[in-house]
């Protein structure tokens, strides 16, 4: 590598770097509690019931939240995946800001309800939402999106960087007793390069991520259409068939999987006159990619069922490698630690420069001082 | 060793033991690769860990290290 080739890839590192490294800095430290999420939620004080089947009236769970909470409706139903318990939103239209939520935790076995604070509020909520969005919506996630594009950047140009810089070295060489400078840049060389793959899988993945509302749209616009128009005329509109009918129907056509969420008539995920029901595998991966099926909200017969589009499969895959939330607790410490490391490249970077300037400062002071003489 | 594996080697086989053990509890099923996926994953850190401990820095450093014996310090002054 010429010595221009090396300070274009130096101005490129840097900049890329500093403008992000604060909002890189963010995401590192709120996502560290976000990764314990499971440890650190409410107990939901489960017994075990006999069988652990789900037999319970979903129904009855519904009719239960709305009277909780008179005048609103029932927009979705959120299964989990680990634990036998549904989310039950009221909301006050089908189309209210998921933020507005009120939720009812019910055990899907007994049909007992559970108290729980909301998820919408306290120290982990805080956590997620400066992590999605920082309070901004749709374009605070982009804006987010826009960081971790320039933290790619940062990555793959400090790769770039490790060669010329650690050349008359052996791999993990931190040198002490000749300068605090230097002790920072081998350790942030070191510290760099081991976390690469990792750092840069997360980096993307949440760049992907961020993209889960265009995603979304696109889907809603193509697949949902298209889904819904394979339906026949609805006869009688005002007919409701019951969400147990519907999941039973739903169950017997899509053998083998698991719902994961129902999305009402007159959601963004449904039609007017359909309920939309996302299911999902049971294996690590395919438990994480949602296959949507359509009903006919009268009738209760499957309308369509298809696989997602292949940007909503990069999106859902992309979420484990980015959560770190597939592999147990020991993978969430791993990551946790992973996490911590990266913490400590940003800061050191961050000190790398700031001592660069200060010297240049220093230098040039001098150099006025001298001349001044 | 030639200087391109000695720089590169460890972080290659870093960054594929990781890409291993990101995918291995992904798409793999059951106990042993998700142990596989923990031992993989556990990797960058224990080099860091060995690479940082007293010894390693006894060995290799205050002294300059390169084929010349002489650090130049050109690279630092890059930064």
């Not at chain 1, 221009?4 to 490129?12: A, D, G, L, Q």
């Not at chain 1, 129904?59 to 989310?87: H, N, T, W």
């Not at chain 1, 230097?182 to 390069?193: E, F, P, S, V």
Request: proline share 6%; net charge positive.
């Amino acid at each position: 590598m010429t010595p221009r080739t090396v300070r274009v890839w130096s101005w490129i590192h840097r900049w890329s770097s500093l403008v992000c490294t604060v909002f890189a800095l963010l995401l590192c430290l709120t996502g560290l509690p976000l990764i314990f999420k499971d440890e650190l939620g409410p107990d939901l004080g489960l017994e075990n019931a006999a069988g652990g089947a789900a037999t319970a009236s979903l129904e009855s769970m519904i009719s239960r939240a709305q009277a909780a909470r008179p005048g609103q409706v029932v927009p979705y139903l959120f299964f989990d995946r680990d634990q036998p318990i549904v989310k039950v939103p009221t909301s006050p239209s089908m189309t209210s800001d998921p933020a507005s939520f009120h939720y009812q935790v019910f055990d899907i076995r007994t049909g007992r309800q559970i108290d729980v604070p909301q998820p919408n509020e306290g120290f982990m909520y805080v956590m997620l939402r400066l992590h999605l969005d920082l309070f901004a919506g749709v374009k605070g996630t982009l804006f987010l999106g826009l960081m971790g594009v320039l933290l790619v950047v940062a990555i793959g140009s400090g790769v770039a960087l490790y060669g010329p810089f650690t050349r008359r070295f052996d791999f993990g060489v931190v040198r002490r007793g000749s300068g605090r400078h230097r002790t920072w840049l081998d350790l942030h060389n070191l510290l760099g390069i081991v976390t690469l793959a990792w750092f840069g899988v997360v980096s993307f993945t949440g760049v992907i991520n961020t993209l889960a509302a265009p995603i979304e749209l696109a889907w809603q616009a193509n697949q949902l259409v298209e889904m819904s128009s394979q339906a026949k005329p609805v006869e009688n509109e005002d007919r409701r068939a019951s969400i147990d009918d519907v999941l039973r129907e739903v169950r017997a056509a899509v053998p083998g999987m698991n719902v994961m969420t129902v999305a009402f008539p007159g959601t963004p995920f449904a039609t007017p006159s359909h309920v939309a029901v996302f299911l999902t595998g049971s294996t690590p991966l395919t438990s994480r990619i949602l296959k949507p099926a359509l009903v006919d909200a009268s009738s209760g017969a499957v309308v369509a069922v298809r696989d997602m589009p292949w940007y909503a499969t990069a999106l859902f895959t992309s979420q484990p490698l980015h959560f770190g939330d597939y592999g147990g607790l020991p993978l969430k410490i791993i990551w946790a630690l992973l996490d911590v490391v990266t913490i400590v490249v940003l800061i050191s970077g961050l000190y790398l420069w700031w001592g660069k300037r200060r010297r240049r400062s220093g230098v040039a002071a001098s150099e006025v001082s001298e001349h001044g003489r | 060793m030639s200087g391109f594996r000695r720089q590169w080697l460890w972080p290659l086989i870093l960054a594929a033991s990781t890409v291993f053990g990101l995918v291995a509890a992904l798409v793999g099923e059951g106990a042993v690769w998700l142990g596989l996926s923990w031992a993989t994953l556990s990797m960058p850190l224990l080099t860091i860990l060995r690479c940082l401990t007293p010894s390693r820095r006894d060995d290799k450093s205050p002294s300059v290290v390169g084929r010349s014996g002489k650090w130049s310090g050109s690279e630092d002054r890059r930064w």
